[in-house]
């Protein structure tokens, strides 16, 4: 069974950056994307790459947000850059992208607090 494990969040304040992680315990295949959610609000997308590096992100990260992975290492990278306080949420990784719903258990997350 594949296990996602986040970890990098922390508080932080507005302008600042954070760069989050998630290691995969087995195989990275197909797209993987970068899911966050705020208190009161549904999860949403921000970030997926895929196999080959392809990167496609939600208009409110765009030119902000970097999202990168090592195949080899299993690992999902998202690099935050210019941080707002609307940025705040657990921020969760998972297989899909935008049309590719997620399959695999989510993690437990990692929280993002931006302070203004």
């Known amino acids: 069974q594949v296990q996602l494990v986040e970890s990098g969040g922390g508080l932080v304040q507005a302008g600042g950056s954070l760069k989050l992680s998630c290691t995969v315990s087995?195989?990275?295949?197909?797209?993987m994307g970068w899911y966050r959610q705020a208190p009161g609000k549904q999860r949403s997308l921000v970030a997926a790459?895929?196999?080959?590096?392809?990167?496609r992100y939600a208009d409110s990260v765009k030119g902000r947000f970097t999202i990168s992975r090592d195949n080899a290492q299993n690992t999902l990278y998202l690099e935050m850059n210019t941080l707002k306080p609307e940025d705040s949420a657990v921020y969760y990784c998972?297989?899909?992208?935008?049309?590719?719903?997620?399959?695999?258990?989510w993690g437990q997350g990692t929280q993002v607090i931006v302070s203004s």
């Open positions: 998972n297989s899909g992208g935008w049309g590719v719903s997620p399959t695999i258990n």
């Open positions: 087995g195989s990275i295949v197909g797209p």
């Open positions: 790459i895929t196999t080959s590096g392809g990167t």
